[in-house]
């Protein structure tokens, strides 16, 4: 079939035996192959029983690190329980504690609100008490206020009549004798030193209760200055004893109560009048050493004052030592002093020296200057119209009093130029002002039937008699009637005891401005 077959014909035997030669070498190289193949095999094999065997070693590597890894993960997880064991037990400890502590507190809690609500009721308690008190308070002090109300006007009205009717007999035609005048001059002095006490006494009442009311606004120091030394020079003279107001800028003004100021400054200079030695010399000089405040100072050369007694120099009722002297007093005067000086914001002090004298002084909170230019104006008018008007005036006079009408009545009879009318209550008065127009009303208020203020409203809703300055005249002296007076609607308001002085500067001003307010209305043909 193959070529040795197709030449074997020719050959004949001696080609047979190379052919099983080639045989017998290709079987060995078979061999070999299969051998060499078997060996590759072999190696092969080995080489991936030995890739197996190192993944296996290395599996087991991984085994035993996961294994250890397990392991140490199971002491790490039995750590980290055996730490949260811990970590509960000492919650649940503090808990515990935390648990215990709230409970403490809770009972201290419990009873601190009991006593809370104890302590509360017995506030309430203490409130409710305190309004009782308040309300029993007040209803005392509107009632002591009523009775101090009563009280000056019971005491003035028949002081009234006693001082006004003394000064008529004083200045009267034909003059008194001399025992006469030394008579009548006890009765005045008496008379004025009665009043005085009188209000020192309702003075003290109303600070110390509070519900005294001041009016505080721009005060001229001059001005003050120039009607206390008015006031106070007779007195002065009748002793013998110098008087000086050093001089003082008439630009400086103070934040007080005009009235107050005053008092003030009459008290500590009678004081110095009292208390001053025979031919002595009084000294009144002001100074602004210290910013925002303004001095007046009062020097005398009285005895002089030891520091024991300058110590007690403020307490009530205490004279120092002079209740057996000539000289008359209440040991009040200057604690009322002393008191409105501090309610108006100011200070008093004093400084002495035995055998040489006193200086008392006050300071008070300064102001700016108004500007008055145009008020002086207004007054230079007036004075130069009044000096050249001497017509008949009409005076209406409304008082239920027959002492205190006769009183005034006697006191116009030194002035001609004047016309007295006269009502003994408010609707007569309404009934004459509308009748006759007068110049001026002088009005009580303590009236029997419609009193003085009512009267007032009548005669300003009026057009024919709202024009008409009125004049209270009233022994409801207390700050509060003047201030109520004057807030409804009232010209000026006048205390009782009358001062015949006083009275007839209030009737003269009141007709300037009365002319001067009938100039206006025929120029300009209305009311101003």
């Known amino acids: 079939m193959n070529s040795n077959d197709n030449n074997g014909g020719s050959d004949g035997g001696n080609a047979g035996q190379p052919d099983a030669t080639n045989q017998s070498k290709d079987k060995r190289l078979a061999v070999r192959g299969n051998d060499m193949r078997l060996t590759e095999s072999a190696v092969i094999d080995n080489e991936v029983a ?58 201290r809690l419990v009873i601190a609100t009991i006593e809370a609500q104890k302590l509360a009721e017995q506030v309430q308690t203490a409130r409710d008490q305190m309004e009782i008190a308040k309300t029993v308070a007040d209803k005392a002090n509107r009632v002591k206020s009523e009775f101090l109300s009563n009280m ?81 020079g007779s007195q002065a003279q009748q002793r013998d004893i110098k ?18 100021v005053k008092q003030v400054l009459v008290n500590l200079l009678s004081n110095a009048i009292k208390y001053n030695c025979e031919h002595g010399t009084i000294e009144v000089n002001s100074s602004a050493n210290t910013p925002g405040l303004l001095r007046i100072s009062i020097k005398d050369s009285g005895a002089g004052l030891p520091p024991e ?29 002393k008191q409105l000086v501090e309610l108006m ?61 006769l009183l005034v009545e ?8 004047i016309r007295l009318l006269s009502a003994h209550d408010g609707n007569l008065g309404i009934a004459l002002a509308r009748a006759h127009l007068p110049n001026v009303i002088l009005m009580d208020i303590n ?18 008699t709202a024009h008409i300055p009125v004049i209270a005249l009233s022994a409801n002296a207390m700050p509060r009637d003047i201030e109520k007076g004057l807030e409804a609607g009232f010209f000026r308001y006048l205390t009782k005891p009358i001062k015949v002085n006083e009275l007839m500067s209030a009737i003269d001003d009141t007709l300037k401005f009365s002319e001067m307010r009938l100039i206006n209305t025929n120029e300009t043909g209305q009311i101003r």
């Open 50 to 107: 030995a890739k197996n065997r190192k993944k296996r070693v290395i599996a087991r590597e991984d085994a035993a690190d996961l294994c250890e890894d397990t392991i140490h993960f199971r002491e790490e997880d039995a750590t980290s329980r055996e730490q949260e064991i811990c970590k509960t037990e000492t919650t649940q400890a503090e808990s515990n504690n935390h648990i215990l502590i709230l409970q403490q507190v809770n009972a």
């Open 152 to 232: 000056s006007h019971e005491l003035r009205t028949p002081l009234n009549a006693i001082l006004g009717f003394a000064q008529l007999l004083e200045a009267g035609t034909p003059p008194p004798t001399a025992t006469q005048m030394v008579r009548l001059q006890q009765i005045i002095k008496a008379g004025w030193y009665l009043l005085e006490l009188i209000n020192e006494i309702l003075d003290i009442a109303l600070i110390e209760s509070g519900r005294l009311s001041l009016s505080r606004e721009p005060v001229s120091l001059a001005d003050v200055l120039l009607e206390c030394q008015a006031m106070i």
């Open 243 to 260: 008087l000086t107001f050093l001089p003082f800028d008439s630009t400086w003004f103070v934040y007080a109560d005009r009235t107050r």
């Open 309 to 337: 007694q300058l110590a007690q120099l403020f307490q009530p009722f205490n004279r120092l030592g002079q209740e057996t002297g000539a000289e008359e007093g209440t040991g009040i005067g200057l604690v009322v002093t």
């Open 345 to 405: 914001g100011g200070t008093i002090g004093v400084e002495s020296t035995v055998g040489v004298g006193s200086v008392f002084w006050i300071e008070l909170i300064r102001d700016v200057t108004p500007q008055l230019a145009a008020e002086n104006t207004m007054s230079a008018e007036l004075t130069s119209q009044a000096q050249g008007n001497a017509a008949l005036h009409t005076l209406l006079y409304v008082e239920d009093n027959p002492a205190n009408l």
């Open 410 to 417: 006697q006191i116009i009879e030194n002035h001609p130029q």
């Open 447 to 464: 009236l029997s039937g419609i009193n003085g203020i009512q009267a007032l409203k009548i005669l300003r809703e009026d057009p024919a």
